[in-house]
């Protein structure tokens, strides 16, 4: 049904296509139509409104126009939105059919998001379909403000450019069953939320995968935060799982590798891990976290005492 819809929005009629692939080249090769652009450009400026809620939905009305014209840069950004529960509601499934609707086509990112997502869905949100408004997401209760420590504080401060990263975490956190905080703890620790930052050991982006990591967890751009996230995340989720659920001894071993922790029994005796991991935990304060058998195995040194 999506290849059919693809065609149908990429070409203007699904009686075109009636090959069994989409010509992306074709598609390429066309310049971007200045109605298009304008609903692209509008979108993006609103996504960046002081009124979070409200100018996300106008940005997902824009890119529901657009997407309807066969823009797949509108397809994978209404995506996101859906994806991250921004503006419209929070559906995994309507994110995974606009991605796989994009992807079809050529998109890039959207295919780097299907990855990301691991599900497959043909639920397409009606205002791709036709001219109607896309659904509203509910607005969030109102909290009493409270004093926020760790963690909390350090979001609080982050600037307005950099807090798409934490919805980003959060979204990808919570497919995975971790603790969106312990990844945000390590994301400031390791690059400050930058998503460029390169260290002198040829780490790279928000999670600071080493070269090894990333072809463990099949990255091809360690600057694209998503993929940079995911694998990062899903390192995570390994070092929970084989360690039980000691997240001391997972940070250790996001740093130091889990060879050195299982070696020494424990903290490695590098200076730099001991105060990595003083540093995570400052900010994210659990010593436990819930695991699963991700790992299909659990370190040889458990019962030893962590120092």
Known sequence: MLRAIACALWFGLAAVCNSQTVDTAAGDALQTPPAVLALLTQGQALEQSDDLQEGAWQAAARYCDAARMGSTEAQYRLGMLFALGRGVPESREMAASLFSLAALQGHAQAHTMLDTIRITSQLLPPCVLEAVPPPRAARPAAVPPVVSAGIDQHIDGLPLNRRWIVDLVGTQARWNAVDPRLILSIIAAESNFETRATSPKSAMGLMQLIPDTAERFNVLNAYNATQNIRAGLSYVRWLLSYYQGDVKLALAAYN????????????????ETRLYVQKVMALYGKATHPFDDKAGRISPMLGKTFK
């Open 256 to 271: 130091a590798g889990e060879g050195n922790v299982d070696k020494y029994k424990g903290m490695p005796p590098f200076k």
